[in-house]
């Protein structure tokens, strides 16, 4: 199964950290992909480039509607995203967990619909 | 159908039907409904054939078999079943006939844990548990959680839709996983147990048996994973509570402290089993909370009559107890039981501290008020007690704290414990 992981961290707090961390968690995120990619799992994978940049977009009644900045202001915001491949849940799960900003932010994970 | 072959088969699903599902669960590759449609095809085809052709000698293999035939027949009929039979590992022995005869009890395990996976929440962990380890109706489920049945149902139909749709898996986890994944199962337990010991007299019979079915499934696990001390501290926990279930609320249905139960009201055979597991428990170096949890209530089982009760032993061991879960409610229960160790000022002195954390919680004054009480310090005594009934939870509650409030006041002089 394909599983979506959503990678929502508080830009703010993340932006303050002193290079020295900042650092040490690119250098786990290099470390973690590799490892999705040696065993296997790694699908896609990306980081997001922060929320000030982000472009809404409706439309509604046949009219374009675009506003400045994220579908929702959220106290964690979307910075990033794996899609791996996993044999379930709790492999998932155990993925998220090794991604470096799950111990300051929040893992979503969301298996991919899949058509018989 | 014949009356014994009947009798026979309530009786075999009412012993096994848990171990037969959690098997058929597994062939049918972590497919809930299929394997209770499955389970329940097989017993309709029960009660047409046992009276025939006899009764089996393996009841209970004859039906995991003829529901594992059923489950197949279902799968190869829908179109996904090509796709799931070649993703299930073990399918071709099961085809090859090759499948063990009975319900293995790994398989047990298995159901346990997938219905406590933390990627369901609270409510439908507890929904799930009740109706496939404990076997319970829905509309018998609804009514212990005080909703309606239509709601039940609709929580089990999207807890077993979560299970499918996010993959959840249906196994045992590894041992690094263990920690956490069994915290939750005995959660779930201790939650069940706690819905059915707060069911008052008064309430539905249904409710009062949660009780009862916490500890089957505590027993069942702890039969199954002898190694985790924790599942026998919790075990040991909830029978030597229940134990006193028949001298808690007087014929009024008012509360009886612990001090003042009748103690011969107490179920002896679920003492000696609680006490028998405390005492083994001993020997383990770990002191998890349940464990720790049922050696305080076995001090209170051990003793005939609560004069001579060991309330040093208790106090040292919510002290131990606050080390690993240092929360408000653990210290003051501690106080409580240094109050009766070492006496009312010496509690009193260890509440002042709580003072800020506990204000909105009645059992708090309710205690400074009993210990300012045995001091002699009425005005305060009053006070507190006015605050515990402010903020008491049910009627029983309150009135046993009104009684002791008209006691205090009718009293020439403050009565010493």
């Known amino acids: ?116 | 159908m014949s009356t014994s072959a009947y009798e026979l088969l309530q009786a075999v699903l009412k012993a096994d039907r848990a171990r037969i599902l959690s098997s058929l669960i597994r062939t049918c590759g972590g497919d809930f409904d299929l394997a209770e449609e499955a389970l329940h095809d097989a017993v309709v085809a029960a009660t047409t054939q046992w009276p025939r052709g006899g009764i089996p000698d393996a009841p209970d293999a004859w039906l995991l078999q003829t529901a594992r035939h059923k489950a197949i027949d279902s799968m190869r009929r829908e179109q996904r079943a090509r796709l799931k039979l070649s993703e299930l590992g073990y399918t071709a022995d099961l085809l090859r006939g090759k499948e063990e005869l009975t319900p293995i009890p790994y398989d047990m395990l298995r159901l346990i844990f997938t219905c406590c996976h933390p990627a369901l929440n609270q409510e439908a962990q507890l929904a799930l548990t009740l109706r496939t380890v404990a076997g319970l109706p829905t509309i018998e489920i609804a009514r212990a959680f005080l909703v309606s049945e239509q709601t039940m149902a609709q929580r089990l139909v999207r807890a077993k839709r979560k299970i499918r749709e996010a993959g959840i898996p249906y196994r045992v986890p590894e041992r690094t996983e263990m920690p956490e994944r069994l915290e939750a199962v005995l959660l779930v337990l201790y939650l069940l147990f706690n819905e059915g010991y707060s069911a008052s007299s008064g309430e539905q019979v249904v409710r009062q048996e949660l009780c009862a079915h916490a500890i089957h499934i505590a027993r069942l696990l702890s039969g199954l994973m002898p190694e985790e001390a924790e599942v026998r501290g919790l075990l040991a926990l909830m029978l030597l509570q229940d134990s006193r279930r028949e001298a808690r609320s007087n014929a009024r249905g008012d509360l009886v402290l612990l001090c003042d139960q009748d103690r011969a009201l107490w179920n002896r055979a679920q003492i000696e089993e609680g006490l028998g597991l405390c005492d083994a428990a001993q020997q383990s170096p770990s002191g998890g909370a349940y464990r720790i949890q049922a050696a305080i209530a076995a001090e209170h089982a051990r003793v005939a009559i609560a004069e001579n009760t060991n309330w040093n032993r208790i106090a040292r061991l919510y002290q131990e107890l606050l080390r690993i879960r240092p929360t408000p409610v653990i210290a003051l229960n501690h106080a409580v039981a240094v109050s009766m160790a070492s006496g009312a000022e010496e509690g009193l002195r260890l509440l002042g501290a709580l003072a800020d954390d506990l204000d909105g919680y009645g059992p708090f004054h309710a205690a400074r008020a009993d210990f300012s009480r045995t001091l002699g310090r009425r005005p305060e005594a009053e006070h507190a007690y006015q605050r515990a009934i402010e903020l008491a939870t049910n009627d029983p509650e309150r009135r046993f704290l009104e009684g002791r409030l008209r006691e205090m006041q009718g009293a020439a002089i403050p009565r010493a414990r």
């Open chain 1, 1 to 116: 199964m394909n599983y979506l992981l959503l990678i929502y961290e508080d830009e703010q707090a993340l932006h303050a950290r002193d290079e020295k961390t900042r650092n040490q968690v690119f250098q786990e995120y290099g470390a973690f992909t590799a490892s999705v990619r040696d065993g296997g799992q790694f699908v896609a994978g990306d980081a997001l480039q922060p929320t000030s940049t982000a472009t809404s977009v409706r439309v509604r009644d046949g009219k374009t509607i675009t506003t400045d900045g994220p579908f929702a202001e959220t106290k964690e915001q979307l910075g990033g995203f794996y899609l791996v491949s996993a044999e379930d849940l709790d492999e998932a799960i155990a993925l998220a967990a090794r991604i470096p900003s799950a111990r300051f932010g929040t893992i979503e994970v969301r298996p991919i619909w899949h058509y018989e």
